[in-house]
């Protein structure tokens, strides 16, 4: 996809970002110089219907609310439970747009 972030560009990100919990995801995110995503769903979450379910639900919300904004920030995306609904994660984003 056109906003995931590669493998270096991860590891740049991860290691000078800013994590903030919120709500049932965790956040890193530094501004960067267009708006990137990257996530962490281990095996823990579930089965890989659940993780890919957790993995559209995140990139659509991200699509609608960060690119569409135009928000130039990395954004690392790691659940902090499992089976987070759809209304959480959007939740979740609305809180992380009205911190920046």
């Known amino acids: 996809m056109h906003f995931s972030l590669s493998r270096k560009e991860f590891r740049a990100v991860y290691s000078q970002s800013i994590s903030k919990p919120i709500g049932d995801l965790l956040f890193y995110y530094s501004n960067y110089s267009s708006p990137r995503l990257g996530l962490i769903v281990s095996k823990k ?47 979740s984003f609305d809180k992380l747009i009205s911190l920046l």
């Not at 690119?67 to 987070?84: E, F, G, R, S, Y």
């Open 45 to 91: 979450y579930g089965n890989a219907v659940s993780r890919n379910l957790f993995k559209r639900r995140i990139r659509e919300i991200f699509i609608h609310k960060i690119l569409q904004a135009n928000i130039n920030m990395a954004i690392i995306i790691k659940p902090l439970k499992k089976d987070i609904k759809y209304s959480a994660i959007n939740n």
